[in-house]
């Protein structure tokens, strides 16, 4: 399967800015989509923002203005820049990817997560 690794979580004053990273290795044919989740304790689990190969992105309405995904294809990294943090903000944040993997079969995976605070 796939192995992903986030970073760049970490506490931060509201109004500040982040920017998680999330690198896919592993047994990967094509990564079609990636995408950012998070969970705040007591929550549900919410999408965030996704991305497609050809640069398609969607954002949550909470959000959106706010957060920006990228990635590199090249390094099957994907990016989320969080400025004007809100302390709602504040979960674990995990990274996915859809795709493909080397027998063709289909990749769902998920990252292990990185925690965002934000607070004072």
């Known amino acids: 399967q796939v192995q992903l690794v986030e970073s760049g979580g970490g506490l931060v004053q509201p109004g500040g800015s982040l920017r998680l990273s999330c690198a896919a290795s592993?047994?990967?044919?094509?990564?079609?989509?990636m995408r950012w989740a998070r969970q705040a304790p007591g929550k549900q689990r919410e999408l965030v923002a996704s991305?497609?190969?050809?640069?398609?992105?969607n954002y949550a309405s909470s959000v959106e203005g706010r957060f920006t995904i990228s990635r590199d294809n090249a390094k099957n990294t994907v990016y989320l820049q969080m400025n004007s943090l809100k302390p709602e903000d504040t979960a674990v944040y995990y990274c996915?990817?859809?795709?493909?993997?080397?027998?063709?079969?289909?990749?769902?995976?998920w990252g292990q997560g990185t925690q965002v605070t934000v607070s004072s």
């Open positions: 991305i497609t190969t050809g640069n398609n992105r």
């Open positions: 996915n990817v859809l795709g493909l993997g080397l027998r063709r079969e289909v990749l769902n995976s």
């Open positions: 592993g047994s990967i044919f094509r990564i079609d989509t």
